[in-house]
């Protein structure tokens, strides 16, 4: 079925220039889209969201209110971003060259996070610049992500560590290997750790 519905953007939110929003995306008020930022169709941005330059979001994302997305942050189909989640982008962030001259926007060493179809960040979570989260995982609220992510794999705590997998339904297990999900039935397959 065809998305026809353009995208609605509250008279509250900031689109810069140069951002490009798809067809039937909700974007809500106190929003800050940056310029060279790429949303893509059938989005929900909440309120008090933050998206940096040259962030891509892909089709039916989900980004609660108040997350940050910096710049070299890639989020793939469907996937869901907690209220309040921070995605960073610099691993030795500085505001400051050791002589004290303040940094410019060139001086940053930015490292990407790319975070695969269908995951989902909790609330308050953190993930480092430089991660991978994989398919249809779940970060749980407020970890804190120095690694990557498996696909299916289940990550909370600070710092995060895998405690099960997740299936696409979302449902939890403790177990690894190929696995059927007691709720719904799919077969998903979760490295060991």
């Not at 309120?47 to 089709?59: E, Q």
């Not at 910096?70 to 500085?94: C, E, K």
């Amino acid at each position: 079925m065809p998305i026809t519905d353009p995208p609605f953007i509250h008279a509250l939110a900031r689109v810069e220039d140069g951002v490009a929003v798809g067809r039937g995306t909700k974007v809500w008020a106190g929003a800050h889209l940056r310029a060279g930022a790429r949303i893509g169709a059938e989005c929900v941005i909440g309120s008090d969201v933050t998206i940096d330059p040259d962030v891509v979001v892909g089709d039916r994302c989900k980004i609660q209110n108040a997350a940050l997305l910096y710049r070299g942050v890639s989020l793939g189909n469907g996937v869901f971003i907690g209220p309040g989640a921070i995605l960073t982008n610099d691993r030795r962030p500085r505001a400051v060259a050791p002589d004290g001259a303040l940094l410019a926007d060139g001086d940053w060493a930015i490292a990407g996070i790319v975070v695969e179809d269908g995951a989902s960040i909790g609330a308050n979570a953190t993930v480092v610049a430089g991660t991978r989260i994989g398919a249809w995982s779940m970060v749980g609220a407020g970890a804190v992500v120095t690694h990557d992510v498996g696909p299916h794999e289940l990550v909370v705590g600070v710092p995060g560590r895998r405690v099960g997998a997740v299936c696409m339904c979302g449902q939890t297990t403790d177990s690894a290997g190929e696995i059927t999900c007691a709720a719904c039935g799919r077969r998903f397959t979760v490295a060991p750790a």
